[in-house]
Nanobody, 115 residues
């Protein structure tokens, strides 16, 4: 049984930081490209960052310089470090593990940015 479990979300003030984690089980995690997406209420789910099996990161332009993605295959975990958070970063953040036609999603973790 494959599971992706996100954690680390919460309430933070503008300018603050959060570190999200996505822990996988039931798959050979190191063989999967992992991505973080986010979805705000009433909006589509958007890609935020991706990290390949070779640990090569790709960050979308809107969060570049503020967010970083990393992975620890020994812990089956991908991280999303979010700094200088803005109200527009508020959303449910999801992780996705993909390998060929295989694609798995976590349940999401809520990030709220508000003073």
């Amino acid at each position: 049984q494959v599971q992706l479990v996100e954690s680390g979300g919460g309430l933070v003030q503008p300018g603050g930081s959060l570190s999200l984690s996505c822990e996988a089980s039931g798959i050979m995690f190191s063989l999967y490209t992992v991505a973080w997406y986010r979805q705000a209420p009433g909006k589509q789910r958007d890609l935020v960052a991706t990290i390949t099996t070779a640990a090569s990161p790709n960050i979308v332009e809107s969060v570049k310089g503020r967010f970083t993605i990393s992975r620890d295959n020994a812990k089956n975990t991908v991280y999303l470090q979010m700094n200088s958070l803005k109200p527009e970063d508020a959303a449910v953040y999801f992780c996705n593990a993909k390998r060929g036609r295989l694609s798995y999603w976590g349940q999401g973790t809520q990030v709220t940015v508000s003073s």
